[in-house]
């Protein structure tokens, strides 16, 4: 299951990757997939009432396709957004809405399977990965972060990122991330942890999944505002202690993540969906099926 370095199929052609993105309001989540995209793909939102700008009337589940060129491969990117989660008393519908979306693009691959003649136009919408951003409380992880993560991850492969981690000391964000970690582990949460095997990958592949492993959960700063940092320009924000860059790896995780999810790991969270999540999900689906006819 381990990832191989330089995986390039198809590069002329280029590649179908969608990420899922899955958290409360006002944690940065439009922010972070326009500076992802390097583009306003996603609209920020406007209100006449600025204090409830953040606030959605229930989820809705958006898609949105921006073609990237990572270093001479093109990637068609489609990011799903998630609007509304976390903002009603009772979220039991925002799980169904998202683990409805993610099982019926499965749907759709199983009923395309099994037609005779193929659609040559078919467009695989699998979701191969999803971002959750946890809410930068300092403590734990809340319920609804356990029982998101604990319904989503049969079904896809979570990462768990810390939004607004800026809010952080470096001495509060690492001792928090140990938290999360903790918990994670507790709770049996199978998460996306870039996997290796020490005996089967070579030394770089386990070094490079090693450090990624070492900062889950990734911390997150958003900003698609440029400043000027010792006659340069960079993305990032200005405070009154000091500068932080998105892009500089000291100030927090967002390029590390990036090239994980665009370029080093983005065939291995294919090949796990189809090989893995999309197998077990069929599997079951197939039994189903055959348990309902033979009764």
Not at 18 to 35: C, D, K, W
Not at 207 to 229: D, H, K, Q, Y
């Amino acid at each position: 299951m381990a990832h191989r370095i330089g995986r390039r199929k198809n590069v002329k052609k280029g590649f179908q990757f969608t990420l899922m993105v899955v958290g409360a309001s006002g944690l940065g989540r439009t922010t972070f997939i326009n500076t992802l995209c390097d583009a306003d793909v996603v609209p920020k939102r406007e209100s006449d009432e600025p204090d409830m700008a953040h606030v959605e009337e229930g989820i809705k589940i958006k898609p949105y396709t921006v073609e990237l060129d990572e270093d001479g491969v093109k990637i068609s990117l489609t990011v799903v957004d998630t609007p509304g989660f976390g903002d009603m008393i009772d979220n039991e519908y925002c799980f169904q809405e998202i683990l409805g979306y993610l099982e019926r693009q499965y749907d759709d691959i199983l009923s395309e399977e099994s037609r005779i003649k193929r659609n040559p136009r078919f467009r695989d919408n699998r979701v191969h990965a999803l971002l959750y951003f946890i809410t930068p409380t300092g403590h734990s992880l809340r319920e609804i972060d356990i029982e998101l993560m604990k319904r989503l991850s049969p079904r896809i492969n979570v990462i768990p990122v810390i939004g607004k981690a800026d809010t952080f000391t470096p001495f509060e964000l690492a001792e928090f991330k140990k938290r999360v970690m903790e918990d994670i582990e507790h709770h049996n949460i199978p998460i996306y942890n870039f996997p290796f095997d020490p005996e089967e990958d070579d030394e770089e592949t386990v070094e490079e999944n090693s450090e990624l492993r070492s900062l889950l959960p990734f911390a997150m700063i958003g900003c698609e505002e440029e400043i000027m940092v010792n006659g340069r320009k960079v993305r990032g924000r200005q405070y009154p202690w000091g500068i932080v860059e998105v892009d500089n790896t000291q100030h927090c995780d967002f390029a590390k993540l990036r090239f994980a999810l665009l370029s080093s790991h983005l065939q291995d969270l294919k090949e796990i969906t189809h090989d893995y999540l999309y197998e077990n999900y069929r599997t079951e689906k197939l039994s189903r099926s055959a348990e309902n006819l033979s009764d």
